[in-house]
Nanobody, 124 residues
Framework: QVQLVESGGGLVQAGGSLRLSCAAS????????MAWFRQAPGKEREFVAG????????NYADSVKGRFTISRDNAKNTVYLQVNSLRPEDTAVYYC?????????????????WGQGTQVTVSS
């Protein structure tokens, strides 16, 4: 079992930045694909960014490319999401997720473990 705990969310003005963290416990996440998803009120949960076990491969949703950066520190068993140039439409609960294997997937069903989420609210 892998337990995931997100932190770093908050209220920020448009154009601002945050750094979200996802601390894992229970197992080392070195062999896990890690990803961030988000869910806005009334909308489906959507993929934001993913990273391979080594950190050598990443992918992003088109809506966040160039603004968000996913990274990981396997020594700390932690994954990060740097979110810059925030827009009101980025407002959502952001979730960290993990899946075993080597394929970066954007599908929620592929992920075995989920955190409880952290709220990001962007004011205009």
């Amino acid at each position: 079992q892998v337990q995931l705990v997100e932190s770093g969310g908050g209220l920020v003005q448009a154009g601002g930045s945050l750094r979200l963290s996802c601390a894992a416990s229970g197992r080392t996440i070195t062999t896990y694909i890690m990803a961030w998803f988000r869910q806005a009120p009334g909308k489906e949960r959507e993929f934001v960014a993913g990273i391979s076990g080594s950190g050598g491969s990443t992918n992003y949703a088109d809506s966040v490319k160039g603004r968000f950066t996913i990274s990981r520190d396997n020594a700390k068993n932690t994954v990060y999401l740097q979110v810059n140039s925030l827009r009101p439409e980025d407002t959502a609960v952001y979730y960290c997720a993990a899946r075993s294997g080597t394929v970066l997937s954007q599908r929620t069903i592929r992920y075995e473990y989920w955190g409880q989420g952290t709220q990001v609210t962007v004011s205009s």
